[in-house]
């Protein structure tokens, strides 16, 4: 055989087996989500960066500045809006979405929810789904008499056991539940230290006014949800245990300086960092003896970058408090918000008043070199290694 045909066939033979050899080799989760990134026009990348109640999506709901609907709705829970309708699909072709968050009154019962979840997933953006299940006051599901689910007095009622082992039972259960419900992510626990009396809106959803009950306790919920098949998130960054007002309506802040957060609140956040926790949830208090302003934490860059990210080296995704929230709403535009957020660092914004508008508005500010598309890159890049992780 001549030696110019033996070299073809040799050739032919190694690219075959080269061939062959591809086809088995993996792909790694770090390629993938890059690949998956490459492939992504800006606004499917802003997209993943929004999680929504389902009324953001239906249009004809027209909501005001302090936080409600307009006149003729006076209460979103009455609108009980529970099955994606093609008002809110026609939105969704224009406006995708990485996640919805259901609260108690789009929750009617078993049945329903069999049929609502699966509507959602196929919507643009392919959402995960959410939910504040804390468990105590605060468990859409839990206290909902239709679900036949064990039911919790509160999370201080677990810390004052003493045994973190029934923290991860509590976690564990409501994890159960809601991965066979089809939810892929629980807002909780939280992770707060209840160390002031006159506190109104945390209480007894914290463990301990004690850090070093609370953080425990904390950790082996996270790791009951994780067994669960549900991503845990700790709450509400720095901390919303030493305030009185209630975020919900209006300013609230703490006055406690950094050091004296670290003793304190930052003991229960070290350690759900240091466990692993992929999601860490803003509070829009302000903390004017760490930031020097009375800006929400949520907005500040100082807290965000500066505290969480460099100081205790939190590299997950940081996605804040809902947007429509009163101490929001009463100081920023929905598209001021949103921008405002993401340029201190927030991976996730959550919940914000007029979806649209914000949705908008960040794509805008990436348009005019406000916000770098690379900024925006760096939150796709860790919602997507967390989705993910958690694919069903």
């Not at 499917?44 to 409600?68: A, W």
């Not at 019962?109 to 643009?124: K, V, W, Y």
């Not at 082992?165 to 809601?178: F, P, R």
Request: aromatic share 6%; hydrophobic share 40%; with cysteine.
């Amino acid at each position: 055989m001549k030696l110019w045909m033996l070299a073809t066939i040799l050739t032919s033979c190694g690219l075959v087996m080269l061939n062959s050899c591809s086809k088995d080799i993996d792909v790694s989760p770090a390629d993938e989500v890059e690949s998956q990134l490459k492939g992504m026009t800006l606004r499917e990348k802003v997209g993943q960066m929004f999680y929504v109640r389902p009324e953001c999506l239906d249009t004809t709901i027209h909501f005001n500045r302090s936080g409600g609907v307009d006149e003729s709705v006076d209460d979103i829970t009455k609108i009980r809006l529970q099955a994606v309708n093609e008002t809110m699909r026609g939105v969704n072709g224009k406006y995708p979405v990485g996640g919805i968050i259901l609260y108690a009154h789009n929750i009617e019962d078993e049945a329903q929810l069999a049929r609502f979840i699966p509507e959602i997933r196929a919507l643009n953006g392919s959402p995960l789904l959410c939910i504040d299940e804390e468990g105590g006051r605060v468990a859409r599901i839990g206290r909902n008499s239709n679900f036949k689910v064990k039911t919790y007095e509160s999370m201080g009622a677990i810390g004052a056991t003493g045994d973190p082992k029934n923290a991860y039972e509590c976690g564990n259960t409501i994890g159960t539940y809601l991965h066979r419900y089809g939810f892929d992510i629980d807002f909780a626990p939280v992770a707060d230290v209840n160390t002031n009396p006159e506190n109104i809106v945390i209480g007894a959803r914290a463990f301990s006014d004690n850090p070093e009950i609370a953080a425990p306790m904390v950790t082996n919920y996270l790791q009951g949800l994780k067994d669960a098949g549900v991503v845990g998130c700790i709450k509400h960054f720095p901390g919303h245990g030493d305030t009185k007002a209630d975020t919900h309506f209006g300013y609230a802040s703490s006055q406690k300086t950094w050091g004296e957060m670290l003793s304190c609140e930052m003991v229960t956040f070290k350690a759900g960092i240091q466990w692993g926790c992929q999601l860490i949830m803003t509070a829009h208090i302000s903390a004017p003896k760490v930031t020097g302003s009375d800006i929400p934490s949520t907005m500040s860059s100082v807290i965000l970058q500066d505290k969480l990210r460099r100081e205790l080296g939190y590299q997950n995704i940081i996605i804040t408090d809902a947007m429509e929230m009163g101490a929001i709403t009463q100081q920023y535009s929905n598209g001021e918000a949103a921008v405002g957020c993401i340029k201190a660092g927030v991976d996730i914004v959550l919940g914000p008043q007029v979806f649209t508008e914000a949705f908008d508005a960040v794509v805008k500010a990436v348009e005019t070199g406000e916000i770098t598309e690379q900024r925006i890159d760096e939150s796709v890049r860790r919602i997507l290694k967390m989705k993910q992780s958690i694919r069903r």
